[in-house]
């Protein structure tokens, strides 16, 4: 009974996305599609849905800063990236809002950067958590969509307003 559930999602999921594919053509559409796709519990499905949305080499990184100037840098694979955050989708549901875009693009390619909150209930207690970050998108337009190619975020920290990355010459940069 349970693979037939899951097998039903897993349709209703892609059927979903692949009615999407006109939105994919735009840089809007495929956007909206990462975050469900990144909302999605079911590892299975958020692969497929991830496999529609990113190149075949396509990757995603992430930089996780410390409150005392730390950081850890995680790189992969859009594939790797959903074997390994496995543990935490068992732990927390997500939900992501978009609280600002920005975005240059020329012809075939656009960059992409956004403000995103990341709403994360744990499933054991019912705690909620809200995180920032400063997201950036690399897409390309192929075969008359767009692909993401490329996902690098990083998480704002106590006393650096994560609004300030979209500003030009932010608080990390000083020039001489």
């Not at 999921?13 to 796709?37: E, K, M, N, P, V």
């Not at 850890?72 to 955050?85: A, D, M």
């Not at 909150?117 to 970050?133: H, I, N, P, V």
Request: proline residues 2%; negative net charge.
């Amino acid at each position: 009974m349970n693979k037939h559930l899951v097998a039903i999602l897993l349709f209703c999921c892609l059927g979903r996305l692949h009615a999407q594919d006109t939105a994919l053509q735009s840089i809007g559409g495929l956007l909206d599609s990462y975050f469900l796709a990144a909302e999605t519990m079911d590892s299975t499905m958020r692969f497929e849905a991830f496999q529609l949305l990113f190149t075949e080499s396509g990757t995603i990184n992430s930089v996780v800063m410390n409150s005392d100037g730390s950081n850890r840098v995680k790189q992969g694979n859009w594939k790797s990236y959903i074997e390994k955050s496995g543990s935490y989708y068992n732990r927390f549901t997500p939900h992501f809002v978009e609280d600002s875009r920005e975005m240059e693009f020329y012809l075939e390619i656009a960059s992409v950067h956004c403000i995103v909150s990341q709403y994360s209930t744990q499933k054991t207690s019912g705690k909620k958590f809200k995180e920032r970050y400063w997201m950036q998108f690399d897409l390309v337009y192929l075969a008359n969509r767009w692909y993401i190619d490329n996902v690098l975020w990083v998480n704002e920290i106590q006393g650096i307003p994560i609004e300030n990355a979209l500003l030009t010459d932010t608080l990390l940069y000083s020039p001489d």
